[in-house]
Each structure stands twice: as structure tokens, then as C-alpha cells.
């Protein structure tokens, strides 16, 4: 893969950050589709020097796709590119690196989309919060066995232009692999988040002073608890929309073999998406206000 040319889909949060990082490391520029985005969609991507290219031209030039879509939008990026790639007269090699928050049926879903076009599929998980100056989220990846030169080309591509690729590769390894490994994380993660969301919006529910109670009990019981809420629940705000559809990829994952695990994350789906809507009313919904007084007293207990 020498002399890339990078594309990345799409440029929110998370994939404007990777295209920063691949555009400083001298992929550069990294190009991405803006149809339809908003102004500050635009605005975010110009700033992390991503150039806007249609499908086609995607298609027609790049050497790899990284997709970094909501889990909804997943099948649908990779179908775009798959008929935009049908379209072009060229068939040189082009690989597409699905790196979203979709279980191991989704993305062998869309690798069946990939079959017989000349496109490596690979199954991609990014674990942790967007890059820093300081901090290096890691790209898990793993390939169909007939594939795994492909994922050795990338992982040596994109760790030379600053990604952190940690390729699962051995026995039994294969598509679905890595989004198995997203689907357990976020599952402990964000679903431990969407469950302290809910019990602080069930304490509110009952009264203020069983919120303040519950604050003060945690500080006593669980410290971990508390240095977890007070630093993810704020940044987990804005992004409550996208953990909607992720939680009900875990539903999936689990399903129904284990417990209530499906119906568990389905309910926590229901949490963030109540909480998505009021972070987008405005003014916001008294759930952000709840939540974000429960995190202020809580930094309180640390002072």
C-alpha cells in the first residue's frame, strides 16, 4: 500500500479526529463525502483537511475507505461504495475497513456486500474516545483467513500514518471477530453508563433529596461508580443518539441466551434515546438538566 490515497466516512466526532491524525502522519488530503452534511459537519471536516469527493471519485481513487458511521448508517455507506466502485471502469484493488458499532451478524452482513466486486472487506472496531495529541484509541481488525495479507498491508499502512492497529489474527479468526470485540466493550462501558443514567433519572423521578441521597451513598459504596459518572456522563451528552442504535446491536449480540441480555440493552436503548431527544429540544429536556446537577454534586463529594 504504498502512496495511499485515504478516504473516510464520515466526519463526525471520531472520524474527523482519525482524518486529522492521518492527514498530520502525511495522508494528506483525506478524502470524505459532505453531501447533505450541515455547516458545522462541513466546517469540522475542513479542518481536519478532509476533502469532499463523491462516491465515485471515492471509488475511483482511493486506496482505502475507513468507515465511521452511526451502526444504522453502516449498510448503507458500504452499499454506496460498493455501486460506486460497479460504476467505474477501473477495477484495481481497494479495501474497505468497516470500523462500526455493528455485532458480528451485522458485519458479515455487509461483507456479503463486498463478494465477487475486487474489494477486501475488513471487520474493524474502534475502542476508546476520539485521538489526542496524547491518546491513541485502538483500531481492532480482523479479515477473512483468504485475507490476511490484505491485513497485514493495512496494519503497516495505518500505523505508518498514525493510526494504533491491533489485528486479531489465529485460530478460529475471521469477519465478525472484531465487531464481537466492540459489541463485549461497549456492552460493559456504555451500557454501565445508559445504567447510571437511568438510575439517576429514577432517583429524580422519585424526589431531588433521593437524587442528593443517591450521590452521597455511591461517594460511600463505589467510588468507581462516581469517578465514572462525573467523567464520562458529560461527554456521553451529545453522542446518546448514536449509543441508541449501538445498543441495539448488543441486543443482538447477546441475544437471548444469556438472561434478559437482549431485553436489557433494548431498555437501555430506550434510555438513551430519551435522553437524545432532550439534548436535542430547545432548550433541553429536564433529563440533561438532571443528569448534569448530578454530575456537579458529585464533583462536589471530590473536593
Do not use: W
Request: proline share 5%; hydrophobic share 45%.
Amino acid at each position: 500500500m504504498a502512496s495511499p490515497t485515504l478516504a473516510l466516512l464520515a466526519p463526525g466526532a471520531m472520524g474527523a479526529a482519525l482524518a486529522a491524525r492521518l492527514s498530520a502522519a502525511g495522508a494528506s488530503p483525506v478524502l470524505t463525502n459532505l453531501d447533505g452534511r450541515s455547516e458545522a459537519t462541513i466546517a469540522r471536516a475542513r479542518a481536519a483537511n478532509m476533502q469532499h469527493a463523491t462516491y465515485a471519485e471515492i471509488a475511483a481513487r482511493a486506496t482505502c475507505v475507513y468507515s465511521v458511521v452511526p451502526p444504522d448508517e453502516a449498510f448503507a455507506v458500504a452499499e454506496a461504495i460498493v455501486g460506486a466502485y460497479k460504476t467505474i471502469g477501473s477495477r484495481r484493488a481497494l479495501v474497505f475497513v468497516d470500523c462500526n458499532a455493528v455485532n458480528p451478524d451485522s458485519a458479515k452482513r455487509i461483507a456479503t456486500l463486498f463478494e465477487g466486486t475486487g474489494i477486501t472487506f475488513l471487520d474493524g472496531a474502534i475502542i476508546g474516545l476520539p485521538p489526542t495529541d496524547t491518546f491513541y484509541p485502538g483500531i481492532y481488525v480482523s479479515a477473512d483467513p483468504k485475507d490476511v495479507t490484505v491485513l497485514d498491508e493495512f496494519t503497516v499502512m495505518s500505523t505508518k500514518y498514525g493510526m494504533n492497529i491491533i489485528p486479531l489474527k489465529g485460530e478460529g479468526a475471521g469477519i465478525g471477530d472484531a465487531s464481537a470485540l466492540k459489541m463485549a466493550h461497549a456492552g460493559i462501558v456504555k451500557g454501565m453508563l445508559g445504567l447510571c443514567a437511568t438510575m439517576i433519572l429514577a432517583a429524580n423521578a422519585a424526589s431531588p433529596s433521593t437524587a442528593d441521597g443517591l450521590i452521597h451513598a455511591l461517594d460511600i459504596s463505589s467510588h468507581t461508580f462516581v469517578d465514572l459518572i462525573i467523567r464520562f456522563v458529560p461527554q456521553m451528552l451529545p453522542k446518546t443518539y448514536r449509543f441508541v442504535g449501538e445498543m441495539n446491536e448488543i441486543a443482538g449480540f447477546v441475544g437471548e441466551d444469556v438472561g434478559a441480555g437482549a431485553s436489557t440493552f433494548q431498555g437501555l436503548a430506550e434510555t438513551f434515546a430519551r435522553i437524545a431527544g432532550a439534548h436535542g429540544q430547545s432548550p433541553q429536556g429536564e433529563e440533561i438538566a438532571q443528569l448534569l446537577k448530578f454530575v456537579e454534586e458529585a464533583r462536589k463529594t471530590r473536593r
